[in-house]
């Protein structure tokens, strides 16, 4: 049974993405590095997770043998580094420094150590498309690096290991308040991806917002196309509302607050239509972090 075919009553009692399987791990950094204002690229080694985490899933990470801060933070994962055998053992995870965490976490060096935990949450489905299209703003380009690699046919994920029909295209419409938080494009690039870039001051690509990109886009292309979605929540609604008029089935990955990760604490909920018209609570970190964006209730 998949994520996309897990039936109502089984995804309340037992979803099949429940993290009984998640490792949890005590690893070394590898490399912390800086890839744009205030953005850095962290890599450790996580076979036991590199080998079963799907695109849009993600990881918690803490700081080891600290307590401040207490709780760990959720990191989607951004890209799969194979080890010297060949299979995948390195994680990339891409962050924004903001609170008390993020600062602490962009110091550290090679050879210091931060606790991991994951895979966590369903990812993105294995879903066959004619053409994808990511639509992130500010940080919200993470989860979709894989999963461009694996529409692509140029990567697998999982164990075993999944396979997802390959698309004839992928559009990546990606905007920022401005040229210095640009990250990770050269990445999207380099795979023959048709990147867009608009920010709000002009400074790079054009003065725009990913929603108005997203609907040249489905004006250009719209015809047999998927749309995934991450980043700001008002940007993610609009991307959202956009996608029902033009009746696109659309994915968004929320980037909900996170305190365990593994849906015990209720502390990540977030308000879902349900089939009679009314909505209940679903926990982000169990039962998403991806959602269809119709349902929703933003």
């Known amino acids: 049974m998949t994520a996309a075919t897990t039936t109502h009553d089984e995804g309340e009692h037992r979803a099949c993405w429940y993290p009984d399987g998640a490792v949890q791990a005590t690893v070394e950094v590898i490399d912390n590095v800086r890839i744009a204002e205030a953005t850095y690229r962290i890599r450790f080694a996580c076979p036991e997770i590199a080998g079963k985490i799907l695109p849009g899933q993600f ?5 080891a043998g600290c307590n401040d801060p207490l709780l760990g933070r959720p990191f989607a994962l951004y890209d ?26 962009a110091q550290y060096l090679p050879g210091q150590q931060i606790d991991v935990w994951g895979p966590l949450g369903n990812g993105f489905p294995p879903q066959a498309t004619e053409h994808l299209v990511i639509a992130a703003g500010g940080i919200g380009q993470t989860p979709f690096l894989v999963l461009a690699r694996e529409h692509l046919g140029r990567q697998q994920f999982g164990q075993p290991p999944r396979l997802v029909p390959a698309c004839r295209r992928v559009t990546f419409c990606y905007g920022v308040r401005r040229k210095s938080l640009l990250a990770g494009v050269a990445d999207f690039e380099a795979l023959g991806i048709d990147v867009r870039i608009g920010t709000d ?3 790079a690509g ?3 917002l990913v929603p108005e990109l997203l609907a040249e886009v489905l004006q250009e292309h719209g015809h047999d196309c998927r749309v995934v979605c991450c980043g700001p929540e008002p940007m993610m609604e609009a ?8 009746g696109v089935p659309c994915l968004v990955s929320l980037e909900s607050p996170m305190a365990c990760g593994l849906g015990i604490c209720f502390s990540c909920v977030t308000r879902v239509r349900d089939a009679a018209g009314g909505w209940d609570y679903r926990r982000t970190c169990v039962e998403g972090p991806v959602f269809d964006a119709a ?4």
Do not use: E
Request: net charge positive; charged share 20%.
């Open 239 to 246: 991307v959202a509302h956009l996608c029902v008029q033009r």
């Open 295 to 298: 349902v929703i209730a933003w």
């Open 59 to 63: 990881l918690m990470v803490r700081l």
């Open 201 to 203: 001051d002009g400074s």
């Open 80 to 105: 799969l580094q194979a080890d010297v055998a060949g299979r995948p053992g390195w994680i990339d995870v891409v962050y924004l420094v903001g609170g008390k965490f993020t600062q602490r976490l």
């Open 206 to 208: 054009r003065k725009a």
